[in-house]
Nanobody, 122 residues
């Protein structure tokens, strides 16, 4: 399987970015997709997840600002990020899991992308 993130960049606080993760090599429509992030010196943390029937769940730190969505026809998952703050600066990774449910932990995911850098300056 292959997952390729895009859309990262350097922005100012308050700006928006949309990340995309294009996938191949597995039956996208039946899998759970997630976004995680890792800031320098910190562990990788959960950001958002969407399951096969588009039920979503977000971390408290991004709830109300970020939106995860999936396009099964394009085998792509998106992360719309609004009202960005410097604390959102991190490498953002998408991941795919065979399991269903609200998957909050990295160990639940089977495949990972290489990550895309998001930098938010004040």
């Amino acid at each position: 399987a292959q997952l390729v993130e895009s859309g990262g960049g350097s922005v100012q606080a308050g700006d928006s970015l949309r990340l995309a993760c294009s996938t191949s090599g597995f039956v996208f429509s039946g899998w759970t997709l997630g976004w995680f992030r890792q800031a320098p010196g910190k562990e990788r943390e959960f950001v958002a997840t969407i399951n096969w029937n588009s039920i979503t769940h977000y971390s408290d730190s991004v709830q109300g600002r970020f939106t995860i969505a999936r396009d099964n026809a394009k085998s792509t998952v998106y992360l719309q990020m609004n009202s960005l703050v410097p604390e959102d600066t991190a490498i953002y990774y998408c991941a795919a899991a065979r399991a269903t449910g609200v998957l909050l932990y990295t160990s639940a995911y089977d495949y990972w992308g290489q990550g895309t850098q998001v930098t938010v300056s004040s």
